[in-house]
């Protein structure tokens, strides 16, 4: 089982360094975050969950409260 964990961290480290040089190279291609976030918020509308995020804390809250509430009238 050792081995088996070995090659699973040798995959993942070679996995973070190769993603680790991806991002260097596209900051020296003149990369830059700001562009990254725009496509993305572009694509994926991104800020609408930013801008909604107290909403959803709210909703995982009272989810919560509920599941709380269902498992002690279970006793």
Known sequence: MSKGWKIVSAIVLVL???GAICIGVGFMTGG???EVYSKLDQEYKISLYWDHRSEYV???RDA???IVKG???LQ
Do not use: D, F
């Open 16 to 18: 973070i360094l190769l």
């Open 32 to 34: 830059s975050l700001a």
């Open 71 to 73: 498992l002690t009238a």
């Open 58 to 60: 709210q909703w995982a």
């Open 64 to 66: 919560y409260g509920e």
